[in-house]
């Protein structure tokens, strides 16, 4: 595609429900990022794969949250047993060379 | 560990007018590009201009110019001719070259609100 895709765009979900956040990064890029951005911040790494392999997970904020990237494209961040401090927004961006990072639109998900 | 400190939370600038937004960065390395990212309320992140450490000619973009000073671990954006649609928050973020690709480092943002 043209630039990244994210979806869903929006998510509700009720406390202690599971989410799958879809990425689709720009073809060909091998490096792939996740940010977190809570509401009036600035967005905070959450994960980093180059092509199928997780090389920095040190930004998940605990072990309900996982990420893959199965064959290098399309990445997924799953949030388990979500909770209220979950709400903000995921950001997803690619990257080629690492000189510039291409970011989608996010999807803001809010736990009610 | 980088940090980046956007010290000005908010800022207004009038149609035509020229705004400066700060940005501070600590870091101990030499190898790093900086950028500036504008988020409209679209979400989505659009690099505004970017500047690579071992620089010293400051980085333009049609409205957009940069005041690097490396010394003073200093990155700040001046947006010249303010328009209606420069309206967004502003990010500054900083990536070491040293080792691969690593991820930005995002300051807090800059909302910036040009008035007719």
């Known amino acids: 595609g043209a630039g990244v895709s994210q979806s869903p765009r929006y998510k509700v979900a009720k406390r202690g429900q599971d989410v799958a956040l879809r990425c689709d990064p720009i073809s060909g890029h091998v490096s792939l990022f996740w940010y977190q951005q809570a509401l009036g911040q600035g967005p905070e790494f959450l994960t980093y794969?180059?092509?199928?392999?997780?090389?920095?997970k040190s930004g998940l904020p605990s072990d309900r949250f996982f990420a893959e990237r199965p064959e290098g494209s399309v990445s997924t961040l799953k949030i388990q047993r979500t909770q209220q401090e979950d709400s903000a927004v995921y950001l997803c961006a690619s990257s080629l060379t690492g000189a510039e990072a291409f970011f989608g639109q996010g999807t803001r998900l809010t736990v009610v | 560990a980088q940090t980046v400190t956007q010290s000005q939370p908010e800022m207004s600038v009038q149609e035509a007018e020229t705004v400066t937004l700060s940005c501070t960065y600590d870091?101990?390395?030499?190898?790093?590009?900086l950028f500036w990212y504008k988020q409209p309320p679209s979400r989505q992140m659009i690099l505004v201009i970017r500047?690579?450490?071992?620089?010293?000619q400051n980085a333009t973009e049609n409205r957009f110019s940069v005041n690097f000073q490396k010394a003073a671990k200093s990155f700040s954006l001046k947006i010249s001719d303010s328009q209606l649609g420069d309206t967004a928050m502003y990010f500054c973020a900083f990536i070491s070259r040293n080792s691969g690709n690593t991820p930005l480092v995002f300051g807090k943002g800059t909302r910036l609100s040009v008035i007719a």
């Open positions: 500047q690579e450490a071992y620089k010293q």
């Open positions: 870091t101990s390395e030499n190898n790093y590009y």
């Open positions: 794969f180059q092509n199928e392999a997780q090389l920095d």
